[in-house]
């Protein structure tokens, strides 16, 4: 399984960037952020046919995942991001379709993480 994230970049508060992974195959899968010096957390995941979504309490309401499994892609729509949403962000895939969509080791795959920074 081969994931390449992209779509990062710098961006000033209150305004959006759309990140996008493009995967070999049809996963469940999420994003995932680790901030400078901070652990890596769950951000949003969505289910391999699209039909349901999860989202850390952090980012709901701001951030928004989809995926076109057409093109075997899926996106993390970001909207009124704040400083604090700076990281690297991380797409993940996992095979399984049990178990918590926001742990970190039920994801069996992950791409190379492509860096958002928000200025003040």
């Known amino acids: 399984v081969q994931l390449q994230a992209s779509g990062g970049g710098l961006v000033q508060a209150g305004g959006s960037l759309r990140l996008s992974c493009a995967a070999s195959?049809?996963?469940?899968m999420a994003w995932f952020r680790q901030a400078p010096g901070k652990d890596r957390e769950f951000a949003a995941a969505i289910t391999w046919n699209g039909g349901s979504t999860y989202y850390a309490d952090s980012v709901k309401g701001r951030f928004i995942i989809s995926r076109d499994n057409a093109k075997n892609t899926v996106y993390l729509q970001m909207n009124n991001l704040k400083p604090e949403d700076t990281a690297v962000y991380y797409c993940?895939?996992?095979?399984?379709?049990?178990?918590?969509?926001?742990?970190?080791?039920?994801?069996?795959?992950w791409g190379q993480g492509t860096l958002v920074t928000v200025s003040s």
């Open positions: 195959g049809r996963y469940n």
């Open positions: 993940a895939a996992r095979i399984a379709n049990s178990g918590s969509f926001d742990r970190i080791s039920n994801y069996n795959y």
